[in-house]
């Protein structure tokens, strides 16, 4: 079989620091497919509620949304601590896989939740602490089952099929409730369907790291790898270009508010933007293997740029000019999204990688919720040029200071 | 592990299955439970259709049904030519500002007097049967035969020769249009349309001059929680009319310059140039006059929402909260003339603009369940008198609208 290919001794002193270049073998397809299915189908699963939950909680709930607000920002807040934990435990554990899996199977747990209970808390519960536990893991996987040369493009496989998902899993979430008007517990139950299918290609069809070497050996941390300092830098000049990106929720809400666009085709924004990813998140992955996953990060928020200076700058925000921002946006997720996962997995060896991934993502996550929180704040305050205009400063800085930060992971990179 | 792809496809093909079997067995149900509702209706007014349709049987015996009944009223014509009851203060001949002329964008007219699919005095709704014939537009005769119309209107109501009919663009946002159609025929063939908010108001004047509806554009949809924004259109079977909100205030009062002022729910006032409406912002509510002539609005310090005017044009229904009724808002019946006040006896909840069967009675609907999909409603009756209580006129019906014409 495959796997028996690979190099299952343990790593030698020599060999345990450096970037792991020495995995042979190239990269495990199956493997790939499958991380990107089990993607695919959750991605499908957790769409699916959250396009009609805010629907649901005002119909039959009678929720309070400005509670309902507030426990969705404080569990995105545990998020991204789980998300470190979760990196955390794949490392020391030596097994990405199991830590993987019990983050879906909450996130499953969490729709029969919903199906049985009808209590939309348990659902944020289970499925937001299930995501953060198992996304440090997950892209852990990714990176075990991919040759080093295509580190990237490997990534791009999970992230198109992932982006599908999550633009497929409205649509069905409409068509059922367009079938069935006003049952929402059928739409749980498709959604709780869809989990379970993607459990279960996960767990059949992702080999567990520990077979691939990756486990074996004495136990490693990143904290005493020479990889560290790379590492931390990647993920601070993560936070620093982060700090200055908006989250895609704000930027359609410029777009809707500067252009005269009628809400109901507020939602079609995303799907503008998702695909222009699809359609070029491949070559660029292919792009970021030949010249390097961390070089290209700093070149990706060119596009990024251009679309805070069409909205900056346009007299008045038309369809074509609509058009090329979302275009612009999606160019920009393509290059960053799983860039920067590929650009972490390829700097740490092979046992820190839960650490290494979860660091830099970390990092991303946070600048980019700072950002969002002070655009709002200056758009509030002193109007939405102001805020453009110091977006735009604020990336050109941020890319201008992020780049001797990422001249040590640069090097480990092109190692 | 040799077989792993195959195990995957294996359960994403049964995953399909399962899936689109659940969703088939849902809808199967879901119409099994519809047509026994549907079933349960149709006896329920093949019953009622064996009662003289007299909500209130004649207390006196020598007294004719038609004169004393409801059924008799709702389609007795209207005495001195419709609607202004008393036409020697009203000139029925007063052209608004706006008013129709004869030509229409795509040539479609109004239906001629006397002509057209409804007779003056007939009630007109939108029908609340469950099954397939929910939401289209429907009429009771003078026999007390109910009709039904192949066009669907959320909300609708006609008047000379002029139908207007409210739609819902579809559940997910807070959208809809509408459009004004003549009722020469049962096609009702469209004179203009226009989007609009989810249809929450519509009324046409007597002489088929002025029709204005009202749309809920935010709230009522998930796009916007918390938000309550209503847009209201005051137009002409020849123009498409304009936004309340574009009418100039004849007041300073800062309330009127709010930032969440919203109008909503015009009431035409007799002759057809001025109208009631609501101006709400934060919690204060209140009734303000329109002219339609010089489009200028000024406040008529009435405390409450969504008027409705009567025929002879001295009283005003209006809605406001009551303590001495439990439900969120009461129905107060505003003497015009003298500003005297009197709560009618409704003690649930209307969340509807009142209609008025003639000088003394009002319609509205109320709902009769709490389904999600296709709830019932039934229109009910309700004298202006003090120790008045409501009866139920036509049960399983929306939106209602008696059918004048003062051309």
């Known amino acids: ?415 | 592990m040799k077989h792993r792809w195959a195990i995957i496809g294996a359960t994403i093909v049964l995953a399909l299955l399962v899936g689109t079997g659940a969703v088939f067995l849902a809808m199967e149900r879901r119409s099994a439970e519809l047509a026994s509702r549907e079933v349960a209706a149709l006896e329920e007014l093949a019953m009622v259709a064996e009662l003289p349709m007299v909500a209130e049987p004649p207390a006196d015996a020598a007294a004719p049904a038609t004169e004393t009944g409801l059924q008799g009223r709702l389609t007795a014509p209207p005495s001195s030519g419709g609607a202004p009851g008393d036409g020697s203060t009203t000139p029925t001949t007063t052209t608004p500002a706006r008013a129709a002329s004869t030509a229409t964008p795509n040539g479609v007219s109004p239906a001629p007097v006397g002509g057209g699919v409804f007779d003056v005095g007939e009630l007109v709704f939108v029908s609340r049967i469950p099954g397939d014939d929910y939401g289209t537009l429907g009429a009771i005769g003078s026999d007390g035969t109910r009709r039904s119309y192949d066009l669907e209107c959320a909300r609708a109501y006609a008047a000379a020769g002029v139908l207007l009919c409210l739609e819902s663009a579809g559940m997910f946002v807070p959208a809809g249009t509408a459009t004004v159609r003549s009722v020469n025929d049962e096609t009702f063939p469209e004179i203009w349309q226009r989007p609009s908010g989810l249809p929450s108001r519509a009324r046409v004047t007597p002489d088929g001059s002025q029709l204005a509806f009202t749309g809920f554009v935010a709230g009522h949809s998930y796009l916007d929680i918390g938000e309550f924004s209503t847009e209201t259109i005051v137009a002409t079977p020849t123009t498409r009319g304009m936004r309340a909100e574009h009418f100039s205030v004849a007041s300073d009062e800062p309330r009127f310059g709010a930032i969440d002022g919203n109008w909503w729910g015009v009431s035409f006032e007799p002759g057809a140039t001025s109208a009631l409406l609501t101006y709400g912002t934060g919690p204060s509510i209140e009734i303000v006059r329109a002219d339609l002539r010089d489009a200028t609005i000024a406040p008529l310090g009435i405390e409450g929402g969504c008027p409705s005017v009567s025929p002879s044009g001295r009283y005003v229904v209006v809605k406001r909260p009551d303590p001495r009724i439990d439900a969120p808002l009461a129905l107060i019946l505003h003497d015009l003339e003298t500003g005297e006040e009197q709560l009618l006896n409704e003690p649930r909840f209307v969340d509807d603009q009142v209609e008025w069967l003639d000088d003394d009675t009002i319609l509205y609907a109320l709902p009769r369940d709490n389904e999600l999909i296709q709830p019932v409603f039934d229109i009910w009756a309700l004298d202006i008198g003090a120790d008045a209580t409501a009866t139920m006129v036509v049960p399983y019906a929306d939106s209602p609208a008696v059918y004048r014409d003062s051309r």
């Open chain 1, 1 to 415: 079989m495959y796997l028996a290919t690979r190099s299952a001794g343990p790593i030698t002193d020599g060999e345990r620091d450096a970037p792991p270049s020495a995995e042979k073998g190239g990269t495990d397809r199956s493997a790939v497919a499958a991380l990107g299915l089990t993607s695919f189908f959750t991605d499908i699963s957790t769409e699916m509620v959250t396009a009609v939950l805010p629907l649901y909680l005002v119909l039959h709930i009678g929720f309070d949304v400005a509670d309902f607000g507030f426990f969705d920002g404080a569990l995105a807040a545990a998020t991204l601590v789980l998300l470190l934990a979760g990196g955390a435990l794949a490392d020391r554990w030596r097994r990405p896989k199991p830590v993987a899996f019990a983050g879906y199977a909450m996130s499953a747990g969490a729709r029969l939740g919903l199906v049985v209970t009808s209590a939309p808390i348990l659902w944020l519960f289970g499925d937001r602490i299930g995501k953060g536990l198992r996304v440090a893991p997950r892209d852990a996987l990714i990176a075990h089952s991919a040759d080093r040369a295509s580190m990237a493009s490997a990534f791009a496989v999970h992230r198109i099929l992932d982006t599908a998902g999550a633009m497929l899993g409205p649509l069905l979430a409409f068509v059922v409730l367009w079938a069935v008007p006003g049952d929402f517990t059928l739409v749980f139950t498709i959604s709780l369907i869809a989990a379970v299918v993607g459990l279960v290609v996960f767990w059949v069809g992702v080999p567990d790291a520990r077979a691939e070497g990756a486990g074996s050996g004495p136990r490693l941390r990143l904290r005493d790898l020479e990889a560290r300092g790379a590492v931390g830098r990647l993920s601070a000049a993560g936070a620093l270009l982060g700090g200055a990106t908006v989250s895609d929720g704000i930027l359609y809400l410029v777009i809707w508010r500067t252009g005269d666009l009628d809400p109901s085709m507020f939602p079609l924004l995303f799907v503008g933007s998702a695909l222009a990813y699809l359609v070029v998140a491949m070559p660029v992955g292919r792009l970021a293997d030949r010249v390097g996953r961390v070089r290209l990060l700093v070149p990706a928020h060119i596009p990024l740029l251009g679309a805070y200076l069409v909205l900056a700058l346009a007299d008045s925000l038309t369809t074509p000019l609509i058009l090329v921002v979302l275009m612009l946006h999606g160019w920009y997720f393509a290059m960053t999204d799983g860039i920067y996962a590929a650009a972490a997995a390829a700097i740490t060896p092979a046992a820190a990688r839960g650490t290494g991934i979860a660091s830099v993502t970390f990092g991303v996550a946070v600048g980019r919720f700072c950002a969002s929180a002070a655009f709002g704040f200056v758009w509030l305050r002193w109007g939405l040029d102001t805020a453009l205009a110091v977006a735009i400063v604020g990336l050109v800085t941020a890319m201008i200071a992020a780049r001797p930060l990422l001249r040590a992971a640069m090097d480990r990179d092109a190692r």
